[in-house]
């Protein structure tokens, strides 16, 4: 078992070797479009809700590119604990404290880097028309 110093020391070891390897991709890519998934934004708010606050590798993540747009769906935390008891692959710390906690970090960096906003409850069908309008208005 890793006292909670390793695992804060873990997770900045990890952090640092993606975001390492994401710009050494970058850095040899000629692409004008780049489409990046949650996993960035995802990692960083998980280890801000078990602690582990990464100021020191600040540096590291403004060197990566500024997307154009960002979309981010939004989910009450009673449908997600629904969705969640749903699954057989549920992890035990994910709990309604755990989702209010990374919920509350994902809403003040949404307002802070301006995503836009979408309602998580609509429909995949009517979910694609909004992000395609969103993507489109921008």
Known sequence: ILSSEKERLLGELYSFRFVSRTLKGLERSDAEWIFIDRYLSSHLVSQQVFGVHLKHLDPLFERLPKPSITLFLDLPISTAIDRLHSRSDRKPHETYDHLQTA?????????????????ALLTPDQLMKEAFNAIYIS
């Open 103 to 119: 919920q509350q970090i994902y809403q003040k960096l949404a307002q802070k880097e301006n995503w836009l906003p979408l309602n």
